[in-house]
């Protein structure tokens, strides 16, 4: 992964002779990223675990790596450490994670393919005559609130013969409290629960601290790693190379539990189960394992008069305990397993009809989507209110605030698609605090709270201040909903609130001040064409709002006629004095910007940006695309995938299908081992630090049109 990302970065730099050099030096490392099958690409992460934002494990493959040659890890690059063995007539072969045990032999199977759909990530592995299959599989339940707020995922591990003949096959995997931290310091304890039906390892930090987080990880809760107890399953708690050394001898474990708590670090202790499959043949024999990190409360969520109210899982509304939380999720594997192949074909046949390179990139954006949400009620055991459901989101990476707007609205399509009822549990913690009248600001607040889980709103008015941005995402985003599905609650309860929001646009959207957008990384601008306009359409929207839903046809009017004429100012603002694209900022010849906000009158269906503009700024994409993409603005070379797909909801087939490419490209460049970075350089590929971030919802925007 290091030499190949030196070579890269050796061919940026300028000469001839250097780029050629990094070609052949590339090509040299081909064969390893080929050496199995990548179906459909080898992506920079692929997703294992990967449910909320605190179950998060990735496999950093965009070098080349295989199951088997490097360690799971936490979004972040923390490792969590997940091993895996089997044993075949004897022979001990690794096929999952990096472990080194002394003292006893072992073999690494070899990879042989690699596969990633919408919910699963598929490796399959030789063991000597034993063709071995991992299955991670983190199912997305878009309409089952109870089954999508389990925070668990599956990994199903599958053996067959390959040479015609039976041979005797263990299975073992084993976890480390790596699961728990990135800080291998702090202590930890675990006890092991066997009952007849399931044998279930729970570990947890000895120091809870409720709603606590420490580099990304939350510091409350547990860890439950879980099998079912099959005739033949064996488990064990104890150092990792004295677990792992058992098992790569005798193919079972000793059934024997460590309770020498301590340090995550201090002779690794690690929670193993394996089965003892007996005689495989051709016919694939498999099991399955479960693990699930789950905290209660979830998240805190400010109430009136500054009170607060600690928020539980939506699942708790049909459970009562995690241990029938856990025997429901593993004897529903093959039902949860055959939902999940069809929401993988349903995306699948949806996006090929624009291109294949949409579909990988489709596939590669959902479970990080759904992966930085969880969804929760109000109540307690016995008296849960589920009328009172609310998701949360963490931004992820840029940084950790909760339910942030414009992190909304990139991400908004994955909801739509698939069920537009979760844009309104995302809307309503933002509305709700916001009609509480805490939030001093006049336009609409950024996100509800600095750091996840704590929705604490902003009642200082100190949020990182995005005025035109959030407030037309606003607008934008409930008429959006109200249009998807009919239902006119929140244009109706939370109408004067988006009243204000609309005149806050009217008043200062057409020269926006030297304020932040989302592209904050960038800086404050005066004046931004692609800002204004969002704002703009934000005010259309409230007239729509208004005529069609709450039927005050003379206020729609005059909002109206206020957008149409904002309009035309904007055009001779926005657009450079050539006529020939949009500017930056009003005044700037020298800029161009990418105009992903002229998507938003594509996504409401208003028909209100002049297909003239559409036309010049299409040209001007396709003339002045780098390798990966168009950049956002003229102040850096970044791009943004999930901008550009919503972009191309507004530009001709042969510029969309541009922005496609480049992204897949980008994708599959090996540059980026991280989970799918949402801003990389359109040149050089370099990727910000944008990682794992939900905003690749917005990669379905297309299947929205
Ligand atoms: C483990 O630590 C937690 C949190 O401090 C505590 O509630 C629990 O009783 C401990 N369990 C064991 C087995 O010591
Ligand atoms: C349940 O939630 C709804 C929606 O927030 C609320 O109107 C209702 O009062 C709540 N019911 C109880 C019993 O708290
Ligand atoms: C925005 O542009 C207008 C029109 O050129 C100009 O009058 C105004 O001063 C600019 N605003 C800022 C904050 O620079
Ligand atoms: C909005 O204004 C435009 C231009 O004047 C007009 O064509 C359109 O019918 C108006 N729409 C509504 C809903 O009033
Ligand atoms: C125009 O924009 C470019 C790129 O952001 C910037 O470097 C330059 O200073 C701007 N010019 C003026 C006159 O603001």
């Known amino acids: 992964m290091q030499r190949w990302y030196h070579r890269l970065s050796l061919s940026t730099m300028v000469s001839t002779w250097n780029l050629a050099l990094s070609i052949f030096l590339t090509l040299s490392v081909y064969p390893i990223v080929s050496a199995w099958t990548s179906t459909p690409f080898n992506p920079p992460s692929y997703p294992l675990a990967v449910r909320t934002p605190y179950l998060s494990t990735w496999l950093p493959s965009g070098s080349g790596a295989a199951l088997n040659d490097v360690w799971p890890q936490f979004w972040t690059g923390a490792i969590t450490g997940w091993a895996g063995f089997l044993v075949v007539d004897g022979d001990a072969y690794s096929f999952l994670g990096d472990p080194d045990v002394s003292g006893a032999a072992f073999a690494k199977a070899t990879q042989v393919s690699a596969e990633f759909t919408s919910t699963q990530s598929i490796f399959t592995l030789k063991a000597g005559s034993i063709e071995v299959t991992a299955t991670f599989f983190s199912p997305i339940e878009p309409t089952d609130l109870v089954k999508q707020s389990i925070p668990f995922s599956y990994l199903s591990v599958s053996a067959a013969s390959t040479d015609g003949l039976s041979h005797i096959v263990s299975v073992y995997t084993d976890i ?11 202590t930890i304890n675990w006890t092991t ?7 279930t390892h729970q570990s947890q930090l000895e120091t809870q601290t409720v709603y606590g987080e420490s580099a990304d990880r939350i510091l409350q809760g547990s860890v439950y790693y879980s099998t079912e107890n099959l005739a033949g399953t064996t488990y064990q708690t104890g150092q990792d190379i004295v677990v792992r050394a058992q098992f790569i001898n005798n193919g079972v474990l000793s059934d024997t539990v460590d309770t020498n708590y301590r340090a995550v670090s201090d002779d690794w202790p690690v929670f193993a189960l394996a089965h003892l499959l007996g005689d495989v043949t051709s016919t694939p024999q498999s099991v399955v394992f479960s693990i699930g990190q789950v905290r209660d409360p979830v998240i805190e969520y400010i109430q009136q008069d500054n009170t607060f109210e600690g928020r539980s899982y939506y699942f708790w509304s049909a459970y009562s305990t995690i241990a029938e939380v856990i025997s429901d999720f593993l004897s529903d594997y093959s039902a949860a397993l055959s939902r999940a192949n069809s929401l993988d074909e349903t995306l699948q046949a949806a996006s090929a009809s624009i291109s294949s390179s949409y579909t990988d990139i489709v596939a590669l954006s959902m479970r990080q989507t759904f992966g930085a949400t969880e969804l929760t009620i109000s109540g307690s055991p016995g008296a ?18 909760v339910n942030t707007v414009d992190v909304i609205m990139p991400a908004w399509p994955a909801f739509m698609y698939l069920n537009p009822a979760l844009g309104k549990y995302l809307l309503l913690p933002l509305l709700q605090y916001q009609a509480t009248g805490q939030y001093p600001n006049l336009y609409a607040c950024h996100d509800m709270g600095a750091s996840y889980p704590i929705a604490n709103g902003h009642n200082l008015g100190n949020d990182e201040p995005m005025p035109i941005e959030e407030s037309g995402n606003m607008l934008n985003m409930a008429l959006d909903y109200t249009q998807r599905t009919g239902d006119t609650s929140l244009v109706t309860t939370y109408s004067s609130l988006f009243t204000q929001w609309a005149d806050y646009l009217v008043a200062n959207t057409l020269f926006p001040a030297d304020q932040l957008a989302t592209t904050d990384f960038d800086g404050a601008l005066p004046n931004q064409t692609n800002l204004a306009i969002k704002g703009i359409i934000g005010i259309k929207a409230m007239s729509v709002i208004l005529s069609t839903y709450l039927h005050d046809a003379s206020s729609a009017s005059t909002y109206n006629s206020t957008a149409e004429s904002y309009l035309k100012t904007w055009q001779t603002f926005g657009i450079s004095t050539d006529g020939s694209h949009l500017i930056l900022e009003y005044g700037n010849e020298t800029t161009e910007v990418l105009g992903y906000n002229l998507a938003m009158d594509a996504l409401l269906g208003l028909d209100f940006m002049p297909a003239s503009v ?9 003339n002045n695309m780098a390798l990966y993409g168009f950049p956002i603005d003229s102040r850096t070379t970044y791009t943004s995938a999930q901008w550009m797909i919503w972009t191309g909801m507004t530009t001709s087939t042969s510029v969309q299908n541009g922005f496609i490419d480049a992204i897949r490209s980008w994708l599959s460049s090996g540059l980026t081992s991280t989970p799918f970075g949402d801003r990389f350089e359109d040149d050089t590929g370099a990727n910000s630090g944008n990682e794992a971030r939900p905003v690749v919802g917005g990669n379905l925007a297309l299947l929205l049109l």
């Not at 629960?193 to 044998?199: K, L």
């Open 193 to 199: 629960t066997a009952t007849a039906a399931v044998i």
């Open 384 to 401: 849960w209110n589920t009328s009172d459901t609310l998701m949360f989101l963490k931004e992820i990476s840029s940084d950790g605030n």
């Open 176 to 186: 480390s409290g790596e699961w728990l931290t990135s800080n291998d310091a702090l």
């Open 614 to 622: 559409k036309s010049l700024q299409s040209t001007w994409y396709e």
